[in-house]
């Protein structure tokens, strides 16, 4: 008979259990996600209808062909946990582990940014009238290394969108002023980045932001301060090597200083600076 005062082997705490406890957080941004019918001119947007139910077209279009390409959902689970890494990279910036020193908000993107321009989610600073001073727009993958092959992928069309001179953007982009309560929809141009988690920390992660902060372990402040540190120090890297290209592409071209160009390299300088301030660069 066993002793019931013996203690029990602690049970390893499954995906499905960190699911539940994250589930708070998954639906208070699930809540922000801009919807493409608040864009339409009779909603006060700027796109006509018309525009608007073209892109919700195109949006069908592009789920089948993924879907039949198996672009997406050969491997379930990691496709789930991909989708989870976007929701801890948004939590760790609305509950201040990322920017905490600035006002920002964060936000899931548009599901036609999501397939057309690889924003899964769209970071905005503001400045202390509530006003969009820049922006920037993400796409998260679950990956081992940054050389991983969804990784790289991405990052060479983000390479390529940059060697063109006109940079990433964001059509649906919605911004409410915390000061005024006014809220604007247009479409904005941002840096895009592409950052990754690994898959196993994105479970652990996923555990230590939805506890209290009262409650959080030395272990999970450890854990989110070195996944705070990989963000920063990714993001700093892809600033730097825009700004070289930019440089490159306006050397080619003969120039000093193309205006189109330095209007695409404004936000990549100011996110620099923004970042050095955190990393003590």
Known sequence: ??????????????????????????????????????????????????????????????????????????????????????YVFMEMVDSGELFDNDMVEVMPSSEFDDLANGADAVVTFCDDDGNVEFAFSVDVKAALTAESENVEKVERLVREKIYSGVGSSVKYFIHENVETG??????????????????????????????????????????????????????????EKALKILAGVNEKNGLQSDPKIAKTRLPYQDLIEKIREYVGR
């Open 182 to 239: 006014e809220v604007s929809r247009r479409a904005m141009a941002v840096p895009n980045f592409v950052i990754w988690v690994e898959p196993e920390t994105i479970q652990s992660l996923m555990l230590a932001l939805a506890k209290k902060e009262k409650d959080k372990t030395a272990e999970d402040e450890k854990l989110i301060s070195r996944e705070t540190k990989k963000l920063y120090q990714s993001m700093m890297a892809q600033c």
């Open 1 to 86: 008979m066993a002793n019931p005062l013996e203690k029990t082997a602690a049970q390893p705490t499954t995906f499905e259990t960190a699911k539940r406890n994250f589930d708070a957080i998954t639906k208070k941004f699930d809540t922000r996600r801009p919807t493409l019918d608040e864009f339409s001119v009779e909603k006060g947007g700027p796109y006509p209808a018309a525009e608007v139910a073209s892109d919700r077209a195109w949006i069908t279009r592009k789920k089948k062909q993924i879907f039949i390409q198996g672009a997406r959902g050969d491997n379930a689970e990691m496709e789930e946990r991909r989708l989870y890494a976007e």
